[in-house]
């Protein structure tokens, strides 16, 4: 079984700080990872995934994360936030070979203060 | 294409009353799912199905809750009778499915139908 844990539940960062935001899950075989986003009132948008390849993957709105296989993380990061990145972001991760299901992690709210 | 579409968007209803959400998924994806979002929980798998088949139902609270495929293109999760703690979102979403390593890995969400047992 795979699950992911995202260690804040929530981060408060001044507008056009850096933010992390942490993520480590537990697998016993190959899996997919993602970052979604889901604003007030909406779904989950998809950030950003890793598959395969260089571990450092861009996505939309200047998010890229970083792919540590030694110690099971995948964080998120942004050099410089603004407001309209207030939302709530989900890890998740999904296994290679077979059940096709995302396992999510908990969530962290980002809340972005001018 | 139009993504994935749930209906309704938003479900008041009385505690025992039989509640019916809605999902399209994205024409010729062949894998869909049901989340359940709450504060308490966060998201939770209900069920799967690939190609039309239920893979995995572990996730279905009890006997109250029942999900179909009838076709590629329709799903219903059906909640009989609700109960106030049956309040949450609950999405849909739908991916191409399984295969050989694909970039088209992901799950497209819907909007969530906002459901409210009082």
């Known amino acids: ?114 | 294409d139009a993504g994935v579409i749930q209906s309704p968007r938003h479900e008041v209803t009385e505690m025992g009353q039989e509640v019916t959400l809605r999902c399209k998924p994205i024409s010729g994806h062949n894998s869909l799912f049901w989340y359940r979002q709450t504060m308490m929980r966060g998201l939770e798998l209900l069920i799967y199905f690939n190609n039309n088949v239920p893979i995995d139902d572990s996730g279905m609270p009890e006997d109250r809750f029942s999900a179909k495929m009838p076709n590629a293109s329709f799903s219903t999760l059906k909640i009989q009778p609700s109960e106030p703690r049956d309040s949450a979102v609950y999405f849909c979403a739908s991916s191409p499915g399984q295969g050989v390593q694909s970039m088209n890995t992901e799950a497209f969400f819907g909007q969530g139908t906002r459901l409210t047992v009082v």
Request: charged letters at 15%.
């Open chain 1, 1 to 114: 079984a795979q699950s992911v844990t995202q260690l804040d539940s929530q981060v408060p960062v001044f507008e056009e700080a850096p933010v992390e935001l942490r993520c480590n899950y537990s697998s016993s075989v190959s899996v997919y990872l993602f970052w979604y986003v889901q604003y007030p009132n909406q779904g989950l948008q998809l950030l950003l995934k890793y598959l395969s390849g260089s571990t450092l993957v861009k996505g939309i709105n200047g998010f890229e994360a970083e792919f540590n296989k030694s110690q099971t993380s995948f964080h998120l990061r942004k050099p410089s936030v603004h407001i309209s990145d207030t939302a709530e972001y989900f890890c998740a991760v999904r296994r290679i070979q077979g059940a096709q299901k995302l396992v999510f992690g908990q969530g962290t709210r980002l809340t972005i203060n001018p």
